[in-house]
């Protein structure tokens, strides 16, 4: 018996060091069947057999010693029960028994090496055992990519199986069976176990990865353990006193689900198109407005807006500068396109104007200015307009030509068209000709331009027309412009027409021929052919020296001739000898004579010089007369050879 035994143990301490992972619902079709063992002494363990292993989904009740009982730290049962829903799939009420663990003597792996095959993760983690054991340590998070997705059901449960009896400083063997009960991947499993004071950590397969040497503490990191997998680790210790132990073994481990989330961006934007970029003023203007989702999200509720500048108002309506140019649209589908009614507005002013229209809607979140659905379009309102500057003589003496000049231009933005420039000629003014590219209406007395279109232009264009002044008075001109959208330019210009004294003078002999110390008299005639009359008329003769004045002839009675110096003599009022004629009134006629004597034929010619001024007319006005002297002598025979 004592050799059995012997045999049975030098078996068990000779197994391959691997920490075996087996699926608890299949046994690995490879593996041999399990070998039976010889019933073990107290510091062995019995071959773990599918029996002996409870159901850990369905935690129960146990008749075992303390010491072999399971600590289960994974969900309830009632966890496993339930159905996932995000898959639909129930999970197994019930975790089927593992076959018997690999390091059992006599047992091979499913790769046929004698050892039972790893799940690779955890190959993994024993590779690099105190790094994922520093990982679970610090609770660092599981990669999403490796998380599942919907509701996870995961229950991780860990078994102590230990002699109930020891012998002091004889080395024994304590399994340490880690389930995976759940229908989902645990993560970073780590199995703790707590050795209490007077237990001595020997040796372990698969090795710690923390603890062991020194400190009572010793950690495994199994990585990754599937659903439905287990895992043994075969831990070696030695008893250090005699007595009552107290062995506990804890595991942790994280688990987590992934969603998949598609994050949905609508996006409005604004297609704003004019119908024309230049209108007239008191003209309407349409704006076509499209909407457009250029996201790939629904935009709900969508509302447009529009503002207008002040030079524009809406048509037929005043509804402010900030309108809603439509009703909600309740949906609009990513790349959905929506055109509204259009807006027309009214062009209010001259100028650049602007309509701005922007969309919202409450699905479409904008952090910035920049983002918001805004489409702005300036148009410019153009205005004709008209100038008109009548030029003319302010004063006129009478019977003479007056010159007029119309000035007219268009200082606005756009074509005046179908100009008419009219003016009127008052009566007592008498047209002298009708300028080319005009016509005279003579019973309205209006003289007519006609242009079909005036182009904008700083530079006037100048319409001429003469006219003769008639009688004195207050003469007033009219130039009146007038063209398409209701324009009209008038400008009055009041010409004085003044009359002026026109004193002719007329000197002319009674006489041609006069013999030395005969008589004659030169005829003085003053007639006023002016509008007005001649004042403060003053007259004198001047004869040459070989005449003299002896006289004067028909002179009214408040007038006479009065010798200034030899040779000359000045009309003078017999009253006022600084005043001369008083006044001749127009048409008016005065003819008085000077009577003369001759008294020397040396020269032969003589002649009288008569002057006159008058308080029009400042610079002597002259006219003259001559007659021919004859000596006495001589006169038959000239006589006779005429």
């Not at 001047?542 to 028909?554: E, F, H, I, M, R």
Request: hydrophobic share 40%; with cysteine; glycine share 10%.
């Amino acid at each position: 018996m004592g050799r059995r035994l012997l045999f049975i143990l030098g078996i068990l301490f000779s197994a391959p060091p691997a920490l075996v992972l087996v699926p608890a619902r299949a046994q690995d079709p490879g593996a041999p069947p399990p070998v039976e063992a010889a019933p073990p002494t107290s510091a062995e363990l019995p071959p773990v057999k599918p029996s002996e292993i409870p159901d850990l989904a369905v935690p129960a009740a146990t008749d075992e010693p303390a010491s072999a009982q399971r600590t289960n730290f994974g969900p309830a049962s009632q966890a496993a029960r339930d159905e996932d829903g995000a898959t639909g799939l129930a999970l197994p009420k019930r975790l089927e028994p593992a076959e018997p663990p690999a390091e059992i003597p006599g047992s091979t792996g499913g790769d046929g090496t004698g050892r039972a095959t790893l799940d690779p993760s955890l190959e993994r983690a024993q590779g690099s055992a105190p790094a994922a054991a520093g990982a679970a340590d610090r609770g660092e998070r599981i990669s999403v990519d490796r998380l599942p997705t919907g509701r996870q059901s995961v229950s991780v449960a860990v078994d102590i199986q230990s002699p109930s009896h020891m012998n002091l400083h004889k080395p024994a063997t304590v399994r340490l069976i880690v389930r995976n009960a759940g229908g989902s991947d645990a993560h970073q499993v780590v199995v703790r176990d707590e050795l209490p004071e007077g237990l001595k950590f020997v040796s372990s397969v698969p090795p710690p990865a923390a603890g062991g040497a020194g400190g009572q503490a010793i950690t495994w990191s199994l990585g990754t353990m599937a659903a439905g997998s287990e895992g043994i680790i075969t831990l070696k210790v030695e008893p250090t006193r005699a007595g009552p132990l107290e062995h506990g073994a804890s595991v942790t481990f994280q688990t987590g689900s992934r969603a998949r989330i598609e994050v949905l961006q609508p996006k409005l934007k604004i297609e704003l198109i004019p119908s024309s970029k230049t209108v007239l003023r008191g003209q309407e203007v349409e704006f076509k407005v499209v909407v457009t989702n250029v996201g790939n999200g629904p935009a709900r509720r969508v509302t447009v807006a529009a503002q207008l500048s002040r030079g524009l108002r809406y048509d037929q309506s005043e509804r402010g500068t900030g309108t809603m140019v439509t009703e909600p649209i309740p949906v609009l589908a990513p790349g959905d396109s929506k055109e509204i009614d259009p807006l027309v507005a009214v062009a209010g002013k001259a100028g650049d104007e602007t309509c701005t229209v922007t969309a919202h809607s409450p699905d479409v979140v904008v952090l910035d200015k920049a983002q918001e659905a805004r489409a702005v379009e300036k148009i410019t309102i153009q205005e004709p307009a008209l100038d008109l500057a009548l030029e003319g003589p302010k004063r006129r003496c009478t019977d003479t030509i007056a010159q007029y000049e119309i000035a007219l231009k268009n200082p606005g933005t756009a074509p005046a068209r179908r100009v008419r420039v009219a003016a009127f000629v008052p009566p007592g003014l008498r047209l002298t000709s009708v300028p080319k590219g005009a016509r005279y209406d003579a019973p309205s007395r209006r003289l007519v331009w006609t242009i079909d279109r005036l182009e904008p232009d700083p530079k006037p264009q100048k319409l001429a027309f003469e006219v003769k002044v008639g009688d004195v008075g207050n003469y007033e001109i009219t130039a009146e412009a007038a063209a398409d959208s209701n324009i009209r330019k008038k400008q009055n210009l009041v010409t004085e027409v003044f009359g002026i004294p026109d004193v002719d003078l007329e000197v002319t002999e009674r006489q041609r021929v006069v013999d030395v110390g005969g008589t004659t008299h030169f005829q003085i005639a003053l007639r006023n052919k002016g509008t007005k009359e001649a004042t403060n008329i003053h007259l004198w003769a001047a004869v040459s020296k070989n005449l003299k004045v002896t006289g004067g002839l028909d002179v009214p009675q408040d007038l006479q001739f009065v010798g200034s110096k030899e040779g000359e003599v000045v009309l003078q009022d017999k009253n006022d000898p600084k005043r001369g004629i008083a006044s001749l009134g127009p048409g008016r006629e005065l003819v008085l004579g000077i009577e003369v004597k001759a008294i020397a034929d040396k020269p032969e010619s003589a002649f009288c010089r008569v002057f006159i001024t008058h308080d029009a007319l400042a610079d002597p006005f002259e006219a003259m007369a001559r007659v021919r002297i004859l000596p006495a002598t001589g006169r038959t025979a000239e006589l006779g050879g005429q």
